[in-house]
Nanobody, 120 residues
Framework: VQLQESGPGLVKPSQTLSLTCTVSGGSITANYYIWSWIRQPPGKGLEWMGA???????TYNSSLKRRASISRDTSKNQFTLQLSSVTPEDTAVYVCARGVGSNWDDYDYRGQGTQVTVSS
């Protein structure tokens, strides 16, 4: 299974960030897997942001105050993160992965990550 993040590397404050994770080698609708978005700000630890299950149910980290939304396109085997009202504090490496948790050991597959900078 391979995951690849895509999206803009630079976003302006107050805009909505949109990132897509393309999965190959396995279906996002198969079995009971959970597909997550995680981020790591510079010099800080992992932050699990939210996830979508193989059945399409979603769950989010409450610390994001409802700014995050995850959806999927099963025809393309992709799932997407949208983060609204971004600020410079949202600058981080964003990673999509299979699994859920606060440590990299909780994920069996993950993308290489994509740097997102929030700046005017």
């Amino acid at each position: 299974v391979q995951l690849q993040e895509s999206g803009p590397g630079l976003v302006k404050p107050s805009q909505t960030l949109s990132l897509t994770c393309t999965v190959s080698g396995g279906s996002i609708t198969a079995n009971y897997y959970i597909w997550s978005w995680i981020r790591q700000p510079p010099g800080k630890g992992l932050e699990w942001m939210g996830a979508i299950t193989s059945r399409g149910s979603t769950t989010y980290n409450s610390s994001l105050k409802r700014r995050a939304s995850i959806s999927r396109d099963t025809s393309k085997n992709q799932f997407t993160l949208q983060l609204s009202s971004v600020t410079p504090e949202d600058t981080a490496v964003y990673v999509c992965a299979r699994g859920v948790g606060s440590n990299w050991d909780d994920y069996d597959y993950r993308g290489q990550g994509t740097q997102v900078t929030v700046s005017s």
